[in-house]
């Protein structure tokens, strides 16, 4: 995903958001429908594509560390993902051991740099400053309870990530309600954005994008109409517009060869 990804005004967006949280040391909801982008944009914050399979591994060290450790520096952030029906002490299990990795990775970056020397002592967890629950929607009752405890006992911020309504189901839950510092709505593309990441898509199959140009132009609005500035939608639908163009030896991306691909798709998001 990283070396693919598009940067947006939504994902700059959620940065200032994340940024937000983080700094005020409060808990934060992100919430828009299936497909715009949230998690995407959550693991791009975090770096999580490239620290995620690192801090899984937990092996031998090697000559990566260095590399990993300086992310993690950077990054201070875990995004995790909890099981559907979570039970809530392997849920905080699991997120204990994913900030413990993080942490230790980022106090060994700090004494590589002479930050700090001596004795590892205390608690590196310490250095984690963000926690990014994607799926909130499946987090009990009992969960979120201990969330907020752990927010509340250690200063933690915590992003929840959810689809539209998420917000409203929180209020049922007054002691979190009551620590909401923001509310952030991850919106799909605007008609100028959907221009911007097409023109991309048609940059990596070999094409040039002129909007002016009618064939072009009725291609555009097939895309539009569509995917309604979905970006998984968009992700997908680009595959099939390439294999429709090399089975039909096609050059032109047209409106034709829009449905063509989307007729292989089930359109859901």
Known sequence: ??????VTKEHRRFIEFANAVRADHTIGICHGDAGVGKTNSARRYAHWDTLEPYLQAWGPRSDDDAKHNMLANR??????TPEV???????????DRWISRLGNCVDEHQRTIG?????????????????????AERLTPTSLELLR???DRTQLAIILIGMPGIDQRFRHYPQLYSRLGFSHRYRAL??????????RHW?????????????DAQAVAAIERITRGNFRLLERL????NRVLKINQLETITDDVVEAAASTLVIGT
Request: proline letters at 4%.
């Open 85 to 95: 029906l979570p039970r809530h002490r392997e849920l905080l299990r699991d997120m």
């Open 115 to 135: 930050k700090i020397t001596g004795t590892r002592v205390g608690d590196t967890t310490r250095w984690v400053e963000l926690l990014i629950v994607d799926e």
């Open 149 to 151: 405890d752990r927010h």
């Open 190 to 199: 605007g008609r100028d954005e959907l221009l911007f990441v097409l023109a």
């Open 75 to 80: 990054a201070r952030t875990v995004v995790y």
């Open 1 to 6: 995903m990283s070396q693919n990804f598009i």
């Open 203 to 215: 940059k990596r199959l070999g094409r040039t994008l002129n909007p002016e140009d009618f064939t």
């Open 238 to 241: 680009f595959p099939q517009i």
